[in-house]
Nanobody, 129 residues
Framework: QFQLVESGGGLVQPGGSLRLSCAAS????????IGWFRQAPGKEREGVSC????????KYADFVKGRFTVSRDNAKNTVYLQMNRVKPEDAGIYYCAAKWDPEPGICTVSIGRGQDWYWGQGTQVTVSS
């Protein structure tokens, strides 16, 4: 069964760095793109970044542009989110999610209907000095 497992969360100081990983349990015969989302306590889940199936396209929310970098290693079935210059407002639970789409080179950071995505369990990011 296809599963997504996030890892790499933890405590980071403001201005520090953290790398999150999203590992798929198996290859998929249908192309899918990966979105990274986050949810802070009392707030709605929001899109952070995404990467297309072939890694040719990436997108970022304005609040992480220039600080976060998403990458994908299909040989390892893993997507990464490198978080640099972390801010206190970056704290929250980070989720990766997959959406299958045969069209190459696309992805979106818009959640749309949550049930259209296949979600991982999330990993906690805490920002504190």
């Amino acid at each position: 069964q296809f599963q997504l497992v996030e890892s790499g969360g933890g405590l980071v100081q403001p201005g520090g760095s953290l790398r999150l990983s999203c590992a798929a349990s198996e290859r998929s015969s249908v192309p899918y793109y990966i979105g990274w989302f986050r949810q802070a306590p009392g707030k709605e889940r929001e899109g952070v970044s995404c990467v297309s199936d072939d890694a040719s396209s990436t997108k970022y929310a304005d609040f992480v542009k220039g600080r976060f970098t998403v990458s994908r290693d299909n040989a390892k079935n893993t997507v990464y989110l490198q978080m640099n210059r972390v801010k206190p407002e970056d704290a929250g639970i980070y989720y990766c999610a997959a959406k299958w789409d045969p069209e190459p080179g696309i992805c979106t950071v818009s959640i749309g209907r949550g049930q259209d995505w296949y979600w991982g369990q999330g990993t906690q990011v805490t920002v504190s000095s």
